[in-house]
């Protein structure tokens, strides 16, 4: 009885896959891992929008020489444990020609490491950690890496913004302590001494005995790392505690929650990102345009960079001509393409060269503050 | 002058745990089970003080629907996930408590959508002079206010009131309390009724405090409210409102000095450790 309801449920299930097969014979498939549930989920709904805002720009425009792009969408929970298998089943079952993760660094590393193994382009839209390019020659990121953004934040408060005695409060993660060894290492260049330095995990969102401590320490300015749902609470209780000192964060701050939840108290609050909302180029206009219609609320940086990985993606497919994966990581590592997120071309790692861009908050929403375009102090690492 | 002002961080984020580790204890208490969804009630009630704020305009409604909701959906997890399983080992509750709770998380996200919300307009945010330039916002005076005010309440209610004295006779003895004409049911759904408010009011709180409340908000505290009964002894009410405002302060001045080597969470299960190393039934129980 079971045996044959096994055989029967087998049978339709290949048949299924069948039919799916020749419906999208035309297609070009894109595996796409995201987190859809989970603690990350909000952060994976952006980046969704953004990757399907990507694929209809794309397909709109007559798709990629003719064919139509097709996204392979995964829930991976931001868990390696979720993206491995993940990652197999895109390569070996869905036959995709290349991989993007839309995920943060734990899921990113195990998935890049399968498409690396198995020749298969993989590109990291956001996830920061050092090691997921190191996977091999067809993994690419279109992000910054913590260190190159932590440079940039140094810059930022040492030179431009003339603060030298700096208080840090670094994320406890990858994406935290990357950006503060990147902070420190140009600490020196721009005349910061860091007086103090907090760590904090990023299941916290109440800092009070940091805030306290802090206004003890009275620093001239404040590098924070973090997301908009740490970082939102951490502003609003600075604020609230009357430290009024500029407050310096990064592209985790880069979403219109942040703003959401430290209200008032986010006013001023500056940041190292890769999207600029006041650009007047039309690409980035029409991300943010796009994004708001299809989303129903203001594009974010983890929106942006998904939809920049694919149409970096895209980009290379068109070139390329065929999905023939060893030409098309070839044609991904000479990529010369203005994105919303600004020119994208990548070092001999598979690493992202492009400038920062300053935001900071001005009448609740994000604004163009300054571009950091300096290529040797934001260099990747190319090995 | 720094160290009362942490020491007043701690004491806050102490009354917070308090108010959560309350119904736990008090569950325990009653029925020998670990409530881990009590966490999930946290997380509902945070989430009704910011939706009925923003609708209303009013914190102190939020406050009081979100206790009263809370608190019936927390007799409604007593009947529906505990009741039938009761005669079963413990453990068996715990399990279904667990996968209650992680399935709550997705609940809230799917009802209330993936993204934090906030408070249109944060409510007690102004700034008070508290003593000799310690600055707090009233929002965190209130916390401890409001924990200060409900505890005593609670403490009334066990000492001076039929349903009290009953209680405290079913946790020392259920048989010998049932023969002498106490409704062990009408005390557990009180129970659970009290337990869920107090998380209820704790979720309120913390959404104040952070202009935020997620789907994952109770991940924390539904493992450190374990923490915090077991170090206050399992069962024993006042063991837990020691042991929340001790691990508040210990967290508080943890984060600052010691916060580069272990995070707050690691600092609260060190101690946990260290405690149960000397004390293996924990701080106040006897023998």
Do not use: C
């Not at chain 1, 079971?2 to 290949?14: E, F, G, W």
């Not at chain 1, 595996?31 to 990350?40: E, Q, S």
């Not at chain 1, 140009?186 to 969102?205: A, C, H, L, M």
């Not at chain 2, 409340?213 to 837990?240: D, Q």
């Amino acid at each position: 009885m079971l045996k044959t309801l096994q055989a029967s449920v087998m049978a339709l299930l290949i048949s299924l896959a069948a039919s799916i097969g020749i419906a999208n014979a035309d297609t070009i498939k894109i595996g796409f891992n995201v987190p859809l549930t989970g603690f990350a989920a909000a952060d994976g709904q952006s980046a969704l929008h953004g990757a399907e805002l990507a694929v209809e720009q794309v397909n709109a425009n007559g798709g990629v020489n003719g064919d139509a792009l097709e996204l392979v969408v995964y829930d991976d929970q931001a868990s390696p444990k979720e993206s491995a298998p993940l990652a197999i089943k895109m390569i070996t079952q869905d036959e995709v020609v290349a991989g993007v993760s839309g995920s943060y660094s734990g899921s990113t590393r195990a998935a890049a490491t399968i498409f690396a193994e198995n020749n298969v382009p993989y590109i990291s839209a956001y996830a920061i950690h050092p090691d997921i390019t190191r996977a091999g020659e067809y993994v690419f990121r279109t992000s910054f890496m913590g260190e190159v953004q932590g440079r940039a934040g140094a810059k930022l408060i040492g030179e431009m913004l003339g603060a030298k005695r700096v208080t840090m409060i670094t994320l406890n993660n990858d994406f935290g302590i990357s950006l503060a060894n990147g902070f420190k290492e140009q600490t020196d260049n721009f005349g910061i001494e860091v007086i103090s330095e907090y760590e904090y995990s990023i299941k916290d969102r109440e800092f009070g005995a940091i805030v306290s401590k802090i206004k003890s320490d009275n620093p001239d300015a404040i590098y924070a790392s973090g997301y908009f749902f740490t970082a939102g609470p951490l502003v609003s209780q600075l604020r609230a505690a009357g430290i009024d000192q500029p407050v310096i964060g990064q592209e985790g701050y880069d979403s219109q929650k942040f703003i959401e939840i430290a209200g008032p108290a986010s006013e001023g609050v500056m940041i190292t990102t890769s999207l600029d909302r006041d650009s007047s180029d039309p690409m980035t206009q029409a991300f943010i345009e796009g994004f708001s219609n299809k989303a129903g609320y203001p594009a974010d940086m983890v929106a942006a960079s998904a939809h920049t990985a694919i149409l970096v993606l895209a980009d290379a497919l068109a070139r390329s001509g065929s999905l023939d994966k060893a030409s098309l990581r070839d044609a991904i590592a000479a990529t010369d393409l203005k994105a919303s997120t600004g020119q994208i071309s990548f070092n001999a790692l598979g690493e992202v060269k492009k400038d920062v861009q300053i935001q900071i908050v001005r009448d609740g929403n994000w604004h163009h503050h300054s571009v950091i375009s300096d290529p040797d102090l934001l260099a990747p690492p190319s090995e | 002058m720094l160290a009362i002002e942490i020491l007043i961080q701690g004491l806050i984020q102490g009354s917070i745990y308090a108010l959560i580790a309350l119904g736990l204890t008090l569950v325990y208490g009653l029925l020998r089970i670990l409530h881990v969804a009590h966490a999930s009630l946290f997380t509902l009630g945070g989430y009704l003080g910011v939706l009925i704020t923003n609708a209303t305009g009013s914190l102190f409604l939020a406050l009081l629907l979100a206790m009263i909701i809370v608190g019936f959906v927390g007799m409604a997890s007593y009947r529906i996930l505990y009741y039938p399983i009761l005669s079963r080992p413990p453990l068996i509750a715990l399990i279904a408590s667990i996968g209650i709770f992680i399935a709550s998380e997705e609940v809230f996200r799917i009802i209330f959508g993936p993204f934090s919300i906030s408070y249109i307009s944060p409510p007690l945010q102004n700034q008070i002079d508290v003593f000799s330039g310690i600055m707090l916002s009233e929002a965190r005076i209130m916390v401890v206010l409001l924990a200060f005010i409900l505890l005593l309440g609670m403490n009334w209610l066990a000492r001076q009131t039929r349903l009290g004295i009953a209680t405290r006779a079913s946790v020392v003895d259920p048989d010998m309390a049932m023969s002498s004409g106490v409704n062990v049911e009408t005390i557990r759904y009180s129970i659970f009724f009290i337990g869920s408010a107090f998380a209820a009011a704790a979720g309120v709180m913390v959404s104040l405090l952070n202009n935020l409340v997620e789907p994952t908000m109770g991940a924390v505290p539904s493992y450190k409210a374990l923490a915090i009964i077991v170090l206050g002894g399992l069962g024993s009410v006042r063991g837990a409102l020691i042991a929340s405002l001790m691990l508040g302060v210990i967290e508080s001045f943890g984060t600052i000095y010691f916060g580069n080597l272990l995070d707050r969470d690691s600092l609260a299960f060190a101690f946990l450790i260290l405690v149960l190393m000397i004390r293996p039934k924990g701080i106040f129980t006897k023998g």
